[in-house]
């Protein structure tokens, strides 16, 4: 595990920072499913997700040189994030205090959409970079 202290540093750090986004603004972008403004908050959402992961993903590789570390970094900060999550959703009324239980289940549609690309962006990375 010594050799993946940084992957999972970087892991807990985006999933603190994408918790504390919602902490702070939850309230304001996630709205109850089933309504136009959760489709159109949700899909920007992703799309700002896409971005700030990319974005991360490329940052951590200045740090991390070595073989897939673009893949090792999406898998475990994949990891970290759900068990962490898997908290933060069960204890919602501690974590999230002012969102709706329809906010939480917008912010779990948004969550689930953001793992996916937690694992798809990095692996798009790596193989761009392999073609490099």
Do not use: C
Not at 119 to 125: D, S
């Amino acid at each position: 595990m010594k050799g993946h202290f940084l992957t999972v540093l970087w892991g807990v750090i985006v999933w603190f920072l994408a918790t504390l986004f919602f902490v702070l603004f939850g309230k304001q972008v996630l709205f109850s499913p089933g309504t136009a403004s959760f489709v159109i908050s949700t899909l920007i959402l992703i799309a700002g997700t896409g971005v700030l992961l990319f974005a991360v993903t490329s940052l951590y590789l200045f740090f991390d040189r070595s073989k897939n570390a673009a893949i090792k970094f999406g898998i475990i900060g994949t990891i970290i994030g759900l068990s962490l999550d898997t908290f933060s959703i069960a204890y919602h009324q501690i974590i999230f205090p002012e969102l709706s239980h329809s906010q939480i289940i917008a912010f779990t549609v948004w969550m689930s959409f953001a793992y996916a690309l937690y694992l798809i962006i990095p692996i798009l990375i790596n193989e761009v970079k392999k073609r490099d």
